[in-house]
C-alpha cells in the first residue's frame, strides 16, 4: 500500500519512518523547498512530558471570553453556524472543572512520557544527532498566586512519578546562576530535572 505524508517535520519524517518500517510505501511531500521549515523551525526545543497540560482547564472559560477581544489571542475562536462547533465548545466546558482537568493532564503527561521514550528508541535506532542534553527544564514564577495555582500540576507529577523539585530563590539562582540577579523578583519554580532540550 501507498500512503503519503504531507509535511517534513518532525510529525510527518517520524510517521513516515514508522510506516515505511510497518512495510508502506510512502511518499512525503512539503510545500517548502526543505524539511522542517514551517511548525518544526525554531521551536522551543524541549522535550517536558510533565508540562504537558490540556487546554481545557479551571478559568479558562473566563480567559476565553477576554481572548474573543484581542487580536493575538493564545485560543482563538471563529464561531460559525456549525452545531458541532457548539458540541465541542460545550464538552470543553465541561471539562474545565478541577476534576477533569487533574484526569485529563495525567493521560497527557502518560502519553507525553511515551512520546519521549519513543523519541530516544527513534535516535539510537536512526543515529539522527542533534544538539541535544538533558540538564532538565525551570518553570519560573514572579507571583505566589502563580506558585500556589502550580500545585494542582506537581500532584499530578507525584502520582504520575516524574521527578521534579520546587524551587526557592536559592534554589533558582543554584539551577540558574544567571537568575541570581534578578531573583528577588522571582518567588519561586518548578524544575523537571531529567527533561532534554534540543536543537536540530
Partial sequence: MRV?????GV????????????GF???VVDRQDGPALETSF???????????????APGIPLKAMKWLLEKHAPL??????????????????RN???????VNKERMVRLSEYSRDCLDELRAETGIAYEG???????????????DAAGKDIAVLERSGVPYEVLDR????????ALAKVADKLVGALRLPHDPTGDC
Avoid: H
Wanted: net charge positive.
Fill in 4 to 8: 503519503l505524508v504531507l509535511g517534513s
Fill in 133 to 147: 542534553r538533558t540538564l532538565g527544564t525551570t518553570q519560573l514564577f514572579r507571583t505566589q498566586a502563580q506558585l
Fill in 42 to 56: 525554531a521551536n522551543a526545543g524541549q522535550v517536558s512530558p510533565g508540562y504537558a497540560s490540556p487546554w481545557a
Fill in 25 to 27: 510505501e510512502v511518499v
Fill in 76 to 93: 482563538a475562536i471563529k464561531l460559525t453556524s456549525d452545531p458541532s462547533q457548539y458540541a465541542w465548545m460545550l464538552q470543553m466546558l
Fill in 96 to 102: 474545565c472543572t478541577a476534576e477533569r482537568y487533574a
Fill in 170 to 177: 536559592d534554589g533558582i539562582a543554584r539551577v540558574e546562576p
Fill in 11 to 22: 510529525i510527518g519524517t517520524a510517521s513516515a519512518y514508522y510506516l515505511a518500517r510497518a
